[in-house]
């Protein structure tokens, strides 16, 4: 079996004196899309941020365990090189764009550390404007115009921008309407059809099931399932807690 691409394992991490993460352990295999559902408070956005090794306040402080891509720690690795090197690129939860930039200025920002041709960022302009044709129209607006779906849409074609080959997004579909909603997810699906790596975090978990290949389910820091997602959307107690059933 090949190196995953993205391992963790044993986890432990903490907010100040309070611990988020009790030695969690999973992998995401090149290509694949993976899903991590749970409750609010979970631990999923903490595991998202600790990937992406963004610094306290803003993110927690891992106390044990390993973060392993490609089989090469990346223990205190620098946000940035996480992103310019390893091409793995996080859309936070809340989306933090810029609102007083435009749209365009918005994916400039994002290309700012690719050593890469202007053809090439140019190809990546095209494809987000191909993907997201909101934001082709709207290129010229100032972000904080835009509706929050199309917010959201910015998000995602920022991370883009940057090059990356995995991207962690954290509640994309959160306070979209049900049609960019579906645009959203048949965006993301033909990024994957191309050979992006996913790993999401979705309060819908239905949703998230659908769309991902695998899927591990966190309970207050610690994953109490994982297989497939056709296992977890018929095993009775993923069921009873997080689809309705």
């Keep these: 079996m090949s190196t995953p691409l993205i391992e963790v394992e044993n986890l432990y991490v903490k907010y100040g004196n309070i611990e988020a993460l009790h030695g969690i352990n999973f992998t995401v295999g090149e290509g694949e ?21 963004l610094p306290p306040p803003e993110a927690p402080k891992v106390i044990k ?7 090469q ?14 091409h793995v690129a996080l859309v936070p939860e809340g989306r933090h764009i810029f609102g007083n930039l435009t749209v365009e200025e918005n994916l400039k920002l ?9 053809a090439d960022i140019q ?31 910015l998000a995602v074609g920022r991370a883009l921008m940057s090059a990356c ?3 962690m997004l954290d509640e994309p579909s959160m306070g979209l309407a049900p049609l960019l909603m579906y645009d959203m997810f048949r965006a993301l699906k033909e990024l994957n059809e191309e050979g992006m790596t996913i790993l999401l975090i979705e309060q819908n978990a239905k949703l998230a099931l659908d769309f991902a290949h695998r899927g591990y389910v966190i309970d207050t820091g610690e994953i109490v399932a994982e297989g497939p997602s056709a296992s977890l959307m018929d095993d009775p107690e993923v069921k009873r807690a997080y689809l309705g059933g």
Excluded: C, H, W
């Design 123 to 153: 190809r990546d302009y095209n494809r987000v404007y191909s993907l997201f044709p909101r934001l082709d129209e709207r290129k010229k607006q100032r972000s904080e115009s835009l509706s929050g779906g199309e917010q959201q849409m």
């Design 73 to 86: 720690s990346i223990l205190g690795m620098s946000p940035d090189k996480i992103v310019a090197d390893l």
């Design 65 to 71: 365990g390993d973060i392993r891509f490609k089989g």
């Design 33 to 53: 899309i993976v899903t991590l559902i749970g409750a609010n408070g979970a631990g999923k956005s903490t595991t998202l941020m600790s990937i992406a090794q």
């Design 110 to 118: 994002a290309t700012y550390a690719r050593k890469d041709s202007q």
């Design 165 to 167: 080959r995995v991207v």
